[in-house]
């Protein structure tokens, strides 16, 4: 008995040190095998990573509500590798987690270890982004954004407003894209949104779109090849606020104004954005809401207690432009 305890121990630890060695990790139980020893719920988070603003408020949420909601947290940043976050989700099965949260960096490759997770009895919530399975039964419930409306938002805005976003003045719109991780589903379905709304002005077109991976510095380099490479860019639709303030600098550099000279375009709202928005170096953002760990943490108590759930819970959205940046930011959560 002695001995099979110590095995066990032992399995754990090596799992823990092998999650420590390919991302990082953080653990706000009491207990290592996954029960607190207070009766209460312990939950494994495997985040994306801290590659943007909107990520950082997402995981400050998680983690303030579990512990407002008593619940012990296990949470662990995969530093944007798929392979980080396939090892934290196995090493939840191992520590026998009563549930497991993940936000997905990818959309696929994830059947065979939520089938691991579904085998050993352990429900899966879907955060912020969808995994592209046939199986639903692999997941309870998927909780965030529907991303593929905040890319419609984006494109209907430039479209409302192509008048004023010609500013080479030469009769088309030309817009470059900033896209977010490549695979990753709001970086697809921002894209599609976007191709969408704009389609229904022949004048407007994407000359160029490559991967800023959602981070400052990407969106910095991606923007400084596209203004050596391209003529005439009139807009930039970055797929998240932190690619398009990497944009700003690039811009900036190039001796342009940022939100004159080339209009830009977001998705987050979160502050350094927000504050950018207002200052007119930004022209218009779409709201992408991180604030999800309350509802979080409420779908768990449900799922961990048998009760029912929606099987998509999607969150509430809103748009701003450079007057209503100024009007929200005194106030702004994250
Ligand atoms: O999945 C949400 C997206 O991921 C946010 O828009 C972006 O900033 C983040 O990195």
Same mark, same amino acid.
């Given at each position: ?92 099965? *191992?520590?026998? !987690? %009563?549930?497991? =949260?993940? &936000?997905? $960096?990818?959309?696929? @490759?994830?059947?065979? /270890?939520? +089938? ?39 494109? *209907?805005?430039? !479209? %409302?407003?192509? =008048?004023? &976003?010609? $500013?080479?003045?030469? @009769?088309?719109?030309? /817009?470059? +894209? ?157």
């Amino acid at each position: 008995m002695v001995k099979k305890t110590l095995i066990a121990a032992t399995a754990i630890s090596l799992s823990a040190m092998a999650l420590t060695a390919c991302g990082s990790d953080s653990d706000s139980s009491a207990g290592a095998d996954g029960d607190s020893g207070n009766g209460s719920i312990t939950m494994g988070f495997a985040q994306v990573g801290a590659e943007s603003g909107w990520r950082s408020a997402n995981t400050k949420s998680i983690e303030d509500s579990a512990k407002e909601a008593g619940i012990d947290l296990k949470f662990s940043d995969a530093q944007q590798k798929q392979e980080n976050q396939i090892k934290a989700i196995r090493s939840y099965i *191992q520590q026998k !987690v %009563d549930v497991i =949260a993940f &936000s997905p $960096v990818v959309e696929t @490759g994830w059947d065979t /270890v939520l +089938q691991e997770a579904k085998r050993a009895n352990i429900p899966v919530i879907l955060t912020d982004r969808a995994v592209d399975s046939e199986d639903t039964s692999l997941y309870k419930t998927f909780l965030g954004s529907d991303f593929v409306e905040e890319g419609q938002k984006a494109g *209907q805005w430039l !479209v %409302d407003n192509a =008048a004023d &976003s010609d $500013v080479d003045g030469d @009769g088309d719109i030309d /817009v470059v +894209q900033l896209e977010g991780t490549t695979g990753a589903a709001p970086a697809i379905d921002r894209g599609e949104g976007f191709a969408d709304a704009i389609s229904a002005d022949p004048k407007i077109s994407v000359i160029a779109s490559q991967t800023g991976d959602f981070t400052r510095d990407g969106g910095k380099q991606v923007m400084e090849s596209f203004l050596q490479s391209e003529k005439g860019i009139d807009v930039v639709f970055a797929h998240n606020d932190d690619m398009g303030l990497g944009a700003i600098e690039a811009i900036k550099a190039a001796g342009l104004t940022p939100g004159k000279d080339i209009k830009i375009i977001t998705v987050d709202a979160v502050k350094d954005g927000m504050t950018a928005l207002a200052a007119g170096e930004i022209n218009y953002i779409v709201e992408c809401n991180p604030l999800l760990g309350p509802q979080l943490m409420d779908l768990a108590e449900k799922v961990v207690a048998g009760e029912d759930v929606p099987e998509r819970v999607v969150t509430e959205e809103t748009t701003f432009d450079q007057e209503q940046a100024a009007e929200a930011l005194p106030t702004r959560e994250y």
